[in-house]
């Protein structure tokens, strides 16, 4: 009897309920039809509208995205790079996600690079390229102010006449003029020291303040145009004669504004010791100051913006009498 049926059913092959003799059940069979239907499924119904809620909020930004990588398909530098550089800068995506990302890209090139060059890269050898540690470098400019008052005039010359007609930091002349006008009454001030009036020094401490803060907005603006083209960041910062600092990640807290329709800026910056106050400016040549608000949330909405224009922001913490130096980017409006 037992032969029997094991005859019926040799060349048969088992069907999806069959178990084994050990009781595990067997290979269930799957047609091309559902396959086809779970790609599907996990493509549009899964992994695109993920993307799409990662990066494109609306679709005034998925046109702004095409119009860049247009752009900069002209430029030095391939799509990709641009494209990475687009997800940094947006606000709701994680810089984690991005190295991640580079990382897989990465991973990708040096494997057509290895078959290429007939190397074949198994699968623990794609494994070990895989759990290789993210390492991401994100250039940040930064003041080199040196420490004696004597120096400090030569110094903020050397910065303002780096950014004077300079290609790669494009400042407006009344800007620059309004600069040099705080340098001089800076280096009076340093002058007057010899005098020895007791309030020689105040007068001069008070007047360095202003040329440090004018420092700042030029520095903002090259540290924007950075960001903008980080392939030839460094190139940019050096231009006006700024220090450039390679740092491993971007702050978490930092001091951004980002985008929130024609006009509107979601500003931001890192927290204070509660009962403090956050103050905020607004500048469109980075010498005239506008305060905009005061708050004790670590962020506020700039509206009534001019589109397709450059402006300043400015902020700093107050907590009673102590007041904290001011923080400064620019950024183009939408």
Not at 66 to 74: D, V
Not at 198 to 203: D, L, P, S, V
Not at 222 to 235: C, E, K, P, R, Y
Not at 296 to 321: C, E, Y
Request: charged content about 20%; hydrophobic content about 45%.
């Amino acid at each position: 009897m037992y032969n029997k049926r094991k005859s019926r059913l040799k060349g048969k092959r088992p069907s999806a309920r069959a178990k084994s003799s050990n009781g595990v059940s067997s290979t269930i069979r799957v047609s091309f039809f559902d396959r086809l239907l779970f790609i599907s499924f996990f493509i549009f119904g899964v992994f695109i509208p993920r993307v799409f809620k990662l990066v494109f909020h609306d679709f005034k930004t998925l046109k702004s995205l095409i119009i860049k990588s247009r752009k900069a398909f002209k430029k030095n530098g391939s799509l990709l790079h641009h494209f990475l550089v687009y997800l940094r800068a947006r606000i709701s995506v994680k810089n984690v996600d991005v190295m991640n990302l580079e990382k897989a890209f990465m991973i990708s090139y040096l494997v057509k690079k290895f078959k290429k060059a007939g190397i074949r890269v198994n699968t623990s050898q794609f494994l070990i390229l895989a759990a290789l540690p993210t390492v991401t470098q994100v250039i940040m400019a930064a003041l080199d102010e040196p420490i004696p008052y004597k120096e400090k005039g030569s110094w903020a010359l050397g910065i303002i006449n780096s950014c004077t007609d300079n290609p790669l930091i494009v400042i407006l002349t009344a800007t620059i003029t309004a600069y040099l006008a705080d340098l001089a009454a800076f280096n009076t001030a340093q002058s007057k020291m010899a005098t020895g009036a007791h309030t020689a020094r105040e007068i001069r401490n008070n007047a360095w303040i202003q040329v440090k803060h004018d420092l700042l907005a030029l520095m903002a603006v090259a540290q924007a145009n950075s960001n903008a083209d980080t392939l030839n960041g460094i190139t940019i910062i050096q231009s006006g004669g700024f220090k450039v600092k390679m740092v491993g990640t971007r702050p978490a807290n930092i001091f951004k504004a980002v985008t929130n329709g024609p006009g509107v800026m979601n500003v931001s910056a890192a927290g204070a010791p509660r009962g403090a106050l956050h103050d905020w400016y607004i500048s469109l040549d980075g010498v005239n100051w506008t305060a905009y608000l005061s708050t004790k949330n670590r962020s506020m909405i700039a509206t009534g913006l001019i589109p397709q224009t450059k402006v300043w922001f400015r902020h700093r913490v107050r907590l009673g009498d102590i007041i904290g130096e001011f923080e400064l980017i620019y950024v183009p409006v939408p």
